[in-house]
C-alpha cells in the first residue's frame, strides 16, 4: 500500500523510515506534497525546505548539478507544474528531480556540497522547460476515461492538462460526496467514506483505515471532504498539532495529529465551496501532550470535532490495511 502522508510536517517525521534512494527511485508518498504544493495548499517555502532537508539527509539523491553564477528567489512557473504532473503521473521521476536541479543551480534551494556535488565539467541535468507528452494515459477508470477524452481537442497541451485535471477533481468530489456519510455542523458539511480507495495510473490511493510502518507504527492518514452550504465563510481550524479542533477519541483517551495539509493553520471554505482535508495520525513529534498513535482492533475509533460552527464525534469504522 502506498501510504500517503499529509504535509510536510509528516515527511520529516518519518524520515527515519526511508532508506536512500536514486533519481528512479524518488519515494511514492514525496509526490503527495510535491501536489499539494503545485495546488497551492503548501507555500514554496515550506516545501523547497522539506526537498531541501530530503537531499542533506540522503532521502532523495540528485546528480552533479552545475550552480550559476547568478541567483533567483523565484520560482518559475514550469517548475510547479512539474512537480504537478510529475504527483499525477504526467511526467517521469527523473524529470522530477530535473526541476530540483534547477532550483539548486539558480541558488533558490541551497544544499551542501557534499548533498549535490558542483562539478563544472560535468553538464547539468535539469531541463528549463517540461517535456509534454500527447499520448492519452488510463486513469484505470472507465467512466472518467471516457470524461478525459473530451479534453483531447485542446488547442495545446497545457491546456489539456489543466482540463483533466479540472474533470479529475470534480470527479473525485463528486464520487466520495455520493458515497459518504454527510454530517451537517452550522453551516459546514462533513463527508467521510470509511477504506476511502482512489484508482490512478500507478495504482490505488487509499484513506480511512490503519496502516503499520516496517517498525510497526499504525498510521491513520484520515480525508474528508467538508462543503460550506451557507452564505458567508466559514474557516476550520488547526493551526499545530497541539492547538488544533480536531483529534482522534476511542472513548477513553485522545490523540493529537502529527501532521495535516492545512494551510497556514486553517481552511478557509466560501460559501458553496468544497474541499478535501487531509489530517495524519501517527509517529509523536516529541513536544507538548502529543503521544504515538496506538489502535486496537477491540475499540471504536472517532474523529473528535469541536469548531466554533459545532461539535461532533465522527465514527470512523477502521479496518487494518496491507
Known amino acids: 500500500?502506498?501510504?500517503?502522508?499529509?504535509?510536510?510536517?509528516?515527511?520529516?517525521?518519518?524520515?527515519?523510515?526511508?532508506?536512500?534512494?536514486?533519481?528512479?527511485?524518488?519515494?511514492?508518498?514525496?509526490?503527495?506534497?510535491?501536489?499539494?504544493?503545485?495546488?497551492?495548499?503548501?507555500?514554496?517555502?515550506?516545501?523547497?525546505?522539506?526537498?531541501?532537508?530530503?537531499?542533506?539527509?540522503?532521502?532523495?539523491?540528485?546528480?552533479?548539478?552545475?550552480?550559476?553564477?547568478?541567483t533567483s528567489d523565484t520560482i518559475p512557473s514550469w517548475v510547479k507544474n512539474n512537480a504537478g504532473w510529475w504527483a499525477d503521473g504526467t511526467l517521469t521521476e527523473n524529470e522530477f528531480v530535473n526541476a530540483l536541479q534547477y532550483l539548486i543551480k539558480m541558488g533558490i534551494m541551497k544544499v551542501s556540497a557534499s548533498a549535490v556535488s558542483d562539478d563544472g565539467?560535468?553538464?547539468?541535468?535539469?531541463?528549463?522547460?517540461?517535456?509534454?507528452?500527447?499520448?492519452?494515459?488510463?486513469?484505470?477508470?472507465?467512466?472518467?476515461?471516457?470524461?478525459?477524452?473530451?479534453?483531447?481537442?485542446?488547442?495545446?497541451?497545457?491546456?489539456?492538462?489543466?482540463?483533466?485535471?479540472?474533470?479529475?477533481d470534480e470527479y473525485k468530489l463528486t464520487t466520495y460526496m455520493n458515497d459518504g456519510q454527510k454530517y451537517q455542523l452550522g453551516n459546514v458539511a462533513i463527508y467521510y467514506v470509511s477504506d476511502w480507495q482512489e484508482e490512478t495510473r500507478k495504482g490505488v490511493k487509499q484513506y480511512n483505515n490503519i496502516a503499520y510502518t516496517a517498525t510497526g507504527q499504525p498510521l491513520l492518514n484520515l480525508q474528508i471532504l467538508v462543503q460550506n452550504t451557507g452564505t458567508s465563510n466559514e474557516t476550520l481550524m488547526c493551526t499545530s498539532p497541539s492547538i488544533c479542533n480536531y483529534s482522534v477519541w476511542d472513548g477513553g483517551k485522545k490523540w493529537v495529529n502529527s501532521g495535516s495539509d492545512f494551510t497556514s493553520g486553517n481552511i478557509v471554505l466560501k460559501p458553496g465551496q468544497a474541499k478535501f482535508a487531509n489530517i495524519l495520525w501517527g509517529p509523536a513529534i516529541g513536544y507538548g501532550s502529543y503521544e504515538n498513535f496506538e489502535y486496537d482492533s477491540g475499540k471504536d475509533y472517532y474523529l473528535r470535532i469541536s469548531e466554533p460552527f459545532g461539535k461532533l464525534d465522527l465514527p470512523l469504522n477502521l479496518v487494518v490495511v496491507p
Not at 38 to 44: K, L, P, R, T
Not at 129 to 156: I, R
Open 121 to 168: 565539467a560535468a553538464k547539468s541535468q535539469y531541463q528549463a522547460a517540461p517535456k509534454e507528452t500527447t499520448k492519452q494515459q488510463s486513469s484505470g477508470n472507465a467512466d472518467l476515461d471516457e470524461m478525459l477524452a473530451q479534453c483531447q481537442g485542446g488547442e495545446n497541451k497545457r491546456e489539456i492538462r489543466e482540463c483533466e485535471k479540472t474533470i479529475k
Open 1 to 70: 500500500m502506498k501510504v500517503l502522508l499529509a504535509g510536510i510536517a509528516s515527511v520529516l517525521l518519518l524520515t527515519s523510515l526511508v532508506g536512500s534512494v536514486d533519481a528512479n527511485n524518488v519515494p511514492d508518498w514525496v509526490k503527495n506534497n510535491a501536489g499539494w504544493w503545485a495546488e497551492g495548499q503548501i507555500d514554496d517555502t515550506a516545501f523547497v525546505s522539506g526537498v531541501q532537508y530530503m537531499i542533506e539527509n540522503g532521502i532523495i539523491n540528485v546528480p552533479s548539478t552545475t550552480r550559476s553564477s547568478g
